[in-house]
């Protein structure tokens, strides 16, 4: 459901925007417009991790990693009720799901095949790892 959400969101935003050059100008993207008009506020942190080196093997496909980017949101929104506790820190990452495929859906509209995995350290801040595949 979310990678379709996602979908729909990459279709819609990006005619206010220019043209994206590079992959990191639409990881941006990702960060600034697309939170803002999901969440009502910009992702905290955008970092590059490029250091995967060896293929991604998925069943059935072989897919080399061209970037690996770490989104963070230090009060991501749909677990800031979560925070108060720290039994529901076991629980937090069934809450992503949703976001994960927003961003990868998104990504694909724009033409990005990734994969993306989310992990909560801490409550109610999140990474986001989004590991752009080339074919």
Same mark, same amino acid.
């Given at each position: 459901?979310?990678?379709?959400?996602?979908?729909?969101?990459?279709?819609?935003?990006?005619?206010?925007?220019?043209?994206?050059?590079?992959?990191?100008?639409?990881?941006?993207?990702?960060?600034?417009?697309?939170?803002?008009?999901?969440?009502?506020?910009?992702?905290?942190?955008?970092?590059?991790?490029?250091?995967?080196?060896?293929?991604?093997? %998925?069943?059935?496909?072989? *897919?080399?990693?061209? /970037?690996?980017?770490? @989104?963070?949101?230090? +009060?991501?929104?749909? $677990?800031?009720?979560?925070?108060?506790?720290?039994?529901?820190?076991?629980?937090?990452?069934?809450?992503?799901?949703?976001?994960?495929? %927003?961003?990868?859906?998104? *990504?694909?509209?724009? /033409?990005?095949?990734? @994969?993306?995995?989310? +992990?909560?350290?801490? $409550?109610?801040?999140?990474?986001?790892?989004?590991?752009?595949?080339?074919?």
């Amino acid at each position: 459901m979310g990678f379709r959400v996602g979908q729909a969101l990459g279709e819609r935003l990006p005619r206010e925007t220019l043209t994206f050059r590079e992959e990191l100008d639409i990881l941006k993207f990702l960060c600034k417009d697309l939170w803002v008009a999901v969440f009502h506020k910009q992702m905290d942190s955008l970092r590059t991790n490029h250091q995967v080196q060896a293929p991604l093997r %998925l069943p059935g496909t072989l *897919l080399c990693p061209q /970037g690996t980017y770490v @989104l963070q949101d230090n +009060s991501f929104p749909l $677990l800031v009720r979560m925070a108060s506790g720290l039994q529901y820190l076991e629980e937090a990452p069934k809450f992503l799901a949703f976001t994960c495929g %927003l961003l990868r859906g998104t *990504l694909s509209t724009l /033409g990005v095949k990734s @994969l993306v995995t989310a +992990s909560v350290a801490a $409550l109610p801040a999140c990474k986001f790892q989004v590991v752009i595949q080339k074919l």
